[in-house]
């Protein structure tokens, strides 16, 4: 059956002389293996779009759970400012395999769509750090890790909300702090707007350094306690970062 999906090349590999095997992270479809003939081949018209990060619609033979064939590529998004980037790269690399990390534990579709948000947001050029930290936000719902931003975590207290702690997972009252660290009001008050803002709607982005610093440090922070996710591709772009 011959169907057209959309989605990101998430990886490739080579099979035989000249043809290659790619991943590619798809919108309905979750991840699928599909075999690109001929596609190492300088010749071939497949050769461009089947590389990695190539953002279009790929026309296949659908196999579900095995391998399906390639027959066109039409490009949606180059997404050519990312790639001419190395910062950018290693934010894309991360982001990729978070957000099909995550979706491997967790099949549901709005990953894929907050995931191509978000490099669309990359390409468009605004603050990585601080995208990338909004989906990370987002994210924690699918990891079953989220955030109580509405109330506080002990009492159910909408009022007077003087930190969020991590270990608790959500927002402190005034009444209920004991001796959680107390974070910047700026900074209780971004993090829940990461939190509820849609991606696709921003346009720029104006917060201070020292807020979105401190919203990273706290997001890090709590991914490596709370989700058990571990990612090289984070490692990797840590080390860029510096
Ligand atoms: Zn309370």
Redesign the pocket.
């Known amino acids: 059956m011959i169907e057209a999906i959309e989605g990101v090349v998430i990886s490739e590999i080579a099979y035989g002389e000249t043809s290659k095997i790619i991943n590619v992270f798809a919108k309905d479809y979750g991840i699928v293996g599909i075999i690109c003939k001929g596609a190492k081949s300088m010749k071939s018209r497949l050769r461009a779009v089947t590389t990695r990060f190539t953002y279009g619609t790929f026309n296949i033979y659908y196999k579900k759970d095995k391998l399906s064939t390639l027959i066109t590529v039409d490009t949606i998004n180059n997404l050519s400012n990312i790639k001419q980037d190395i910062l950018l790269m290693g934010y894309i690399n991360y982001l990729t395999e978070l957000a099909t990390q995550v979706y491997k534990q967790n099949k549901v579709d709005e990953i894929y769509v907050l995931y191509i948000k978000t490099i669309l947001k990359l390409e468009s050029g605004l603050d990585p750090r601080v995208i990338t930290n909004i989906l990370e936000l987002k994210l924690l719902d699918y990891l079953g890790v989220n955030l109580e931003l509405n109330k ?6 909408k009022d007077n909300i003087i930190t969020i702690d991590p270990l608790q997972g959500g927002y ?6 004991k001796d959680e660290e107390v974070l910047d009001p700026k900074v209780i008050k971004m993090i829940r707007m990461y939190y509820y803002v849609e991606i696709d709607s921003i346009s720029k982005i104006e917060i201070k350094f020292d807020v979105s610093h401190k919203i990273n440090s706290f997001l890090n922070n709590y991914y490596d306690n709370y989700t058990g996710l571990y990612l090289n591709s984070k490692k990797f772009l840590d080390g860029l970062r510096k």
């Open positions: 506080c975590i002990k009492c159910g207290n402190i009252c005034a009444k209920c702090h």
